[in-house]
């Protein structure tokens, strides 16, 4: 008899090729359980185990949001990288490879539509295209959806998912924040509602313009919503952040939002809030 054992090493499995047809099952990053895509197309991005809320996609918001056909506006705006700006690669390298992955010339769509009968403008952000970042044509696009509003007296909905303003378009970017917050001002001042609806993420500049001025600002379960990142808050004022902070609960909590709305449930409560607030012409 040996006088020692070999402890044999279990070899580890060669990866198993998936015979599953890639972009038919989901895993929710929540619950863990494997979802069926065309479930979870048919409950608006929500898991359905655990109410999870994937990223919804501009054209699906809107989508979800009006009664049927939506008339698109502004659709060819481009960005004309005023700063000729380069990071690790040319703006306009990224840029054009953004319009090929999405289909749009810009990290928004807006759109004039129905919703439950209440004509509306809704500007919808799309993080797909560079983080949902906010550059010249974003804000653009947002200010000339409010001016419509202005014009045929309608409700302005805006729908936020977004990194912040964009870095490669500098100072440009920034001025946005006034720019759309300034159009705001004069809807108010008309007397036409403007709802905001922050999803998850809604950070930086965006947080610090119109995802905060909505005559209510309604969140989705969970999302998270700030301006600078907890590491860079920690490191400033040298102290732990409370648990859950930058979520949409934490916000409610301290009444930085008014309502949290799950996703399933959003267009009714819209709907409800717009026929509160507004008397169309
Ligand atoms: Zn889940």
Known sequence: M????????PIAPAQKASRIPEGVWVKCPDCGQALYKKDLDEHLQVCPKCAHHFRLGARERLAMLFDGPWVEHDHDLASTDPLSFIDTKPYSQRLRKAQEATGLRDAIV??????????????????????????????????????????????????????????????????QMAKVSAALARLDRAGLPYLSILTDPTTGGVTASFAMLGDL??????????????????????QKLPEGFQRAEFLLAHGMVDLIVDRRQLKAQVADALRFMHSPA
């Open 217 to 238: 600002n309604i969140a989705e379960p969970k999302a998270l919503i700030g301006f600078a990142g907890p590491r860079v808050i920690e490191q400033t004022i040298r």
């Open 2 to 9: 040996a006088w020692f054992k070999r402890v044999p090493k």
């Open 110 to 175: 807006c759109g004039t539509g129905v919703i439950e009968g209440i004509e509306t403008e809704v500007a919808a952000m799309e993080y797909a295209f560079i983080g949902g970042s906010m550059g010249v044509v974003v804000g653009e696009k947002i200010t000339r959806a409010i001016e419509r509003g202005l014009a045929h007296r309608r409700p302005v909905i805006i729908v936020s998912c977004s990194g912040g303003a964009r870095m490669m378009e500098g100072t440009f970017s920034l001025m």
